[in-house]
């Protein structure tokens, strides 16, 4: 199957710092990408939906300045966690849909931890 | 053992026993569903899916029923493995280009020697 690829998989940082998660479709083009964010035995809540050529469409409660998204090929979608806070320490995760297809590819996910 | 019905974070059983997995999905227009493993520390694993023209499909060890009626989506393991030892979402959508998977609360799956 299609492989995503999310890079780093842990990462920690300090309070106020900027962090950024990358998100790469390996074997196939990606027009549209999807950022979740889970907490700790919590299911995958959608932040946003990461277009490739235009501004990503956030969910409600999701602050579009500080998880910035950049979908700037058919390959790579990146979040930027700007400022970033202990209350932003979560599980980032990425999937990518071939095409127009609505078959998801999930990426290994990111382990945020700020201190 | 197996629970039937109501979703339930838990399931705890022993090798070689049926699971069965049950999620209540929200939005009546979904049409595309899909059950995911999730090991700790790790992404979503595919396991199967089915579309609303169906209501159950088989894999390997896997079967997926789907009742439009109630909105109801069950994963059923035979013969479950240690292996099987997760967390399992249920997923939906409305199998439209471009829409997100909305995921449903998960069942911690454990499987004892």
């Known amino acids: 199957g299609a492989v995503v690829s999310q890079h780093p998989s842990r990462v920690i940082c300090k309070s106020g710092t900027s962090v950024k998660i990358e998100c790469r479709s390996l074997?196939?083009?990606?027009?549209?990408m999807f950022w979740y964010r889970q907490f700790p035995k919590q299911s995958l809540m959608l932040m946003a939906t990461?277009?490739?050529?235009?501004?990503?469409?956030?969910e409600q409660g999701v602050e579009k300045d500080k998880f910035l998204i950049n979908h700037a090929s058919l390959t790579l979608s990146t979040l930027t966690v700007t400022s970033a806070h202990p209350e932003d320490s979560s599980f980032y995760i990425c999937s990518a849909n071939e095409g127009w297809s609505t078959e998801a590819f999930f990426g290994q996910g990111t382990r945020l931890t700020v201190v | 053992g197996e629970s039937v019905g109501l979703h339930l974070p838990t399931l705890s059983v022993q090798e070689g026993d049926n699971s069965i997995i049950n999620c209540a999905y929200s939005?009546?227009?979904?049409?595309?569903f899909i059950w995911y493993k999730q090991e700790s520390g790790k992404g979503p694993q595919f396991i199967i899916d089915i579309r609303s023209n169906m209501d159950k499909r088989q894999g390997q060890r896997v079967t997926v029923l789907l009742n439009k009626t109630v909105k109801h989506l069950s994963l059923q393991i035979a013969a479950t493995q240690p292996g099987d030892s997760a967390v399992y979402f249920c997923?939906?959508?409305?199998?439209?280009?471009?829409?997100?998977?909305?995921f449903g609360k998960g069942t911690t799956l454990s499987v004892s020697s």
């Open positions: 997923a939906e959508n409305i199998n439209q280009a471009g829409t997100a998977l909305i």
């Open positions: 074997d196939f083009q990606a027009t549209t």
């Open positions: 939005n009546s227009a979904s049409d595309y």
């Open positions: 990461s277009n490739e050529g235009s501004k990503a469409t956030y």
